[in-house]
Nanobody, 121 residues
């Protein structure tokens, strides 16, 4: 069974930086899409950034030029480097993986447990 573990959240001042990490565990052959979503209090979960196995990226307009998503396919890991953080970036950030190929299945739409990011002075 594949599990995603996301870490790296915390409290940071406006203008600061954080790096989130997520690793998928299990006997995994490949992962098509990995990325990050976030959910602020009272709001729907929204896409932050994703990266395909081949390196194609997709970013929310609100984070372009501030956040960078990257992957290490050998480690089944995805990262989110967040710079110039703003109070409106405060949310729970969730790692996401889709089309995870294992020896027994092609798992779809997997989520990490979430990590809190708070941007405040």
């Amino acid at each position: 069974q594949v599990q995603l573990v996301d870490t790296g959240g915390g409290l940071v001042q406006p203008g600061g930086s954080l790096t989130l990490s997520c690793t998928a565990s299990g006997t995994i052959f490949s992962i098509h899409i990995m990325g990050w979503y976030r959910q602020a209090p009272g709001k729907d979960r929204e896409l932050v950034a994703t990266m395909s196995r081949r390196g194609a990226t997709n970013y929310a307009d609100s984070v372009k030029d501030r956040f960078t998503v990257s992957r290490d396919n050998a480690k089944n890991a995805v990262y989110l480097q967040m710079n110039n953080l703003k109070p409106e970036d405060t949310a729970v950030y969730y790692c996401h993986a889709d089309r995870v190929a294992t020896e027994s299945e092609l798992a779809r739409d997997l989520w990490g447990q979430g990590t809190q990011v708070t941007v405040s002075s």
